[in-house]
């Protein structure tokens, strides 16, 4: 009788309310569910299936975990768990396992498997695992560690990139941009880019010789990492407003060194320039048009390069005509001629320009070839090679 008196006195109080539809109201005289609470609820543990938990402000874990079967959803708004976690929206599905541990930073794990999911191995680090192995890590010195747990600190001797990938195979070690366009000139871009700025966002201009960005190859000595070649941009030039004049530097380590050499450069201007042979890289003059071809009956050219056709004018009268076009005619001029060994054309040759006023011009260059042995006419050629350098 006492217990039925003090229900009702709960009930008048409307700290219990129980509607026609059978819902409980506990704190709340307009209960929406079987159950529904406003205020603080403690338990020891708490267990559900199928269970749906809305408008909850705080969730407060006494012991060091809250397990829910089968694969419900929580909602949680406003989420404080001892300070460790705090979110304005935290949607969570399919969770077996929500642990502190007794001394360790919380995890977050669909499996339950401490290596699967979400959790935090370390003082201000964050990580991420699948297949029960940790895939990705953000560590406590803000570094992106993808296939390691361990940051290295060996390039260069002690630099340690802010983003690292390190595997076994092509598949965990490999870096892919896609672009996906059907506009000819929209293309995957990696930028390198270098301000004179000395904080986080700012623009100031750099000068001529400043390094803009570089591609490193490094190779191990068996202590730590040394360059064996790289590719490096620079400034060409003084830059300004839609200015950058820019070079290509391209640097191989001898053998015996640890220091990279520059080998070749492309410069503003499109120079190219390399060590050919003297010591030190200068400018290449390349040859603009050569061709290998045989001068006798019908003219058949055997290699060619920038070279369209040969105009047989007589003979051992030619005309080289150029695919594309030079500058001008003030090119030098390589010419040779030969014979095959056999009867009159056993004795060596010579060419020489022809003798009218204008032998060449951009598009063509015309020259004789004539026996070697005193006669002063002309003779048609087994072997004719022609340069053109300019």
């Known amino acids: 009788m006492t217990r039925a008196r003090d229900l009702a006195r709960i009930a008048n109080s409307n700290a219990l309310t129980i509607d026609s539809s059978g819902n409980v109201g506990i704190g709340s005289t307009v209960p929406t569910s079987k159950l529904s609470v406003v205020g603080v609820v403690s338990a020891t543990s708490f267990f559900g299936s199928g269970v749906n938990l809305t408008g909850i402000s705080s969730v407060s874990f006494a012991t060091t975990s809250f397990g829910l079967s089968g694969s419900p959803n929580i909602t949680v708004t406003g989420v404080n768990a001892s300070g460790v976690v705090t979110a304005t929206n935290l949607v969570v599905s399919g969770v077996t396992t929500v642990s502190a541990g007794s001394t360790a930073a919380p995890s977050i794990s669909p499996s339950g498997d401490s290596n699967t999911g979400i959790f935090f191995p370390a003082a201000d680090t964050i990580a991420f695992g699948e297949g029960g192995a940790e895939s990705v890590r953000i560590d406590s010195s803000g570094r992106f560690l993808v296939g390691t747990s361990t940051a290295r600190s060996t390039y260069f001797g002690t630099e340690s990139p802010a983003i690292q990938v390190e595997g076994t195979s092509n598949n965990t070690s490999s870096l892919s941009i896609t672009r996906n366009s059907n506009t000819t000139l929209a293309r995957a871009l990696l930028v390198l880019a270098k301000t004179r700025g000395t904080s986080v966002g700012s623009t100031t201009i ?23 070649a790289s590719i490096q941009g620079e400034i ?35 120079n190219l320039k390399f060590n050919s042979g003297y ?6 003059y390349g040859c603009r048009a050569w061709v290998n071809f045989n001068g006798t009956g019908t003219v058949a050219i055997r290699a060619s390069g920038n070279v369209s056709s040969i105009t047989d004018n007589g003979t051992g009268d030619y005309t080289v005509n150029f695919t594309t076009a030079l500058v001008d005619a003030n090119y030098a001029t390589c010419l040779t001629g030969g014979g095959d060994g056999t009867g009159y054309g056993s004795f060596p040759r010579t060419a020489e320009m022809y003798s009218a006023a204008t032998p060449t011009t951009s598009s063509t260059c015309r020259f004789w070839t004539k026996q070697g042995s005193g006669s002063p006419g002309t003779e048609d050629s087994p072997y004719v090679n022609v340069a053109i350098f300019r």
């Open 206 to 228: 750099i000068q001529n010789g400043d390094a803009c960005g570089s591609i490193e190859f490094q190779g191990s000595d068996g202590v730590q990492f040394h360059q064996a």
């Open 236 to 270: 060409d030039g003084t830059p300004g407003v839609s200015d950058m004049p820019g070079r290509l530097i391209f640097l191989t380590t001898p053998d015996g060194s640890a220091t990279p050499a520059e080998q070749m450069r492309l410069d503003s201007s499109g």
């Open 279 to 284: 010591g030190s890289v200068a400018i290449a």
